[in-house]
Nanobody, 113 residues
Framework: VQLQASGGGLVQPGGSLRLSCAVS????????MGWFRQAPGKQRELVAA???????NVVDSVKGRFTITRDNAKNTVDLQMDNLKPEDTAVYYC????????WGQGTLVTVSS
């Protein structure tokens, strides 16, 4: 199984980024997937999740700003992030929910002026 996250970068507060995750392996189309993040000195946290059928949820801190989507035909999970804040700075990872032991490299998002 591979989890390849991409799309991170440096953005000013209020800006937007779109992260994408390419997933290989069996069972993608049926299982829940999520985007997690780990800020410096903090534990990794789940910020958005989506079921195989497309029902999505995000944590309160990103509600109204982040949107998770998936394309089961392409085995991808995306995270649209708008109105980014400095506290969104973190390495972002995608994984199954609940997560597998393997995490992939993640993609760094830095929100700074």
């Amino acid at each position: 199984v591979q989890l390849q996250a991409s799309g991170g970068g440096l953005v000013q507060p209020g800006g937007s980024l779109r992260l994408s995750c390419a997933v290989s392996g069996r069972g993608f189309g049926f299982g829940a997937m999520g985007w997690f993040r780990q800020a410096p000195g903090k534990q990794r946290e789940l910020v958005a999740a989506i079921t195989g059928g497309g029902s999505a949820n995000v944590v309160d801190s990103v509600k109204g700003r982040f949107t998770i989507t998936r394309d089961n035909a392409k085995n991808t999970v995306d995270l649209q992030m708008d109105n980014l804040k400095p506290e969104d700075t973190a390495v972002y990872y995608c994984n199954h929910v609940p997560p597998m032991a393997y995490w992939g490299q993640g993609t760094l998002v830095t929100v700074s002026s």
